[in-house]
């Protein structure tokens, strides 16, 4: 079982910037959380992928959207999986949820199996 606790959320303005945290605790091996991912749902759509990263060989994937703004990294030690934003826009508005399973393939079109419960990320114009 992973269990992830996501934090960092809050309100910023267009143009600033946020980082999300999201440390992951689990009573088996982190073969369960080889792949780690940060997801998002925007009032009344569907939930998409933002970034993923490969915990073993730090492989990244960003969405397009987010492609040059948001950066995803990790603290091995800590098996914390961070996600940095900047030049945030209305459109980056959501829940963020961090995501565990393993892997590979570290992709966000996968069934991923561990959720956080997700932290409130608001941009205004």
């Known amino acids: 079982q992973v269990q992830l606790v996501e934090s960092g959320g809050g309100a910023v303005q267009a143009g600033g910037s946020l980082r999300l945290s999201c440390r992951a605790s689990?009573?088996?091996?982190?073969?369960?959380?080889?792949?780690m991912g940060w997801f998002r749902q925007a009032p009344g759509k569907q939930r998409e992928g933002v970034a993923v990263?490969?915990?073993?060989?730090?492989?990244?994937w960003y969405a397009g959207s987010v492609k040059g703004r948001f950066t995803i990294s990790q603290d091995k030690g800590e098996s914390t999986v961070f996600l940095q934003m900047n030049s945030l826009n209305p459109e980056d508005t959501g829940v963020y949820y961090c995501?565990?399973?393993?892997?590979?393939?570290?992709?966000?079109?996968?069934?991923?199996?561990?959720w956080g419960q997700g932290t409130q990320v608001t941009v205004s114009s």
């Open positions: 995501a565990a399973r393993p892997g590979p393939p570290c992709v966000a079109t996968s069934d991923w199996d561990y």
């Open positions: 990263i490969s915990t073993s060989n730090g492989g990244t």
């Open positions: 689990t009573s088996t091996s982190g073969a369960s959380r080889t792949c």
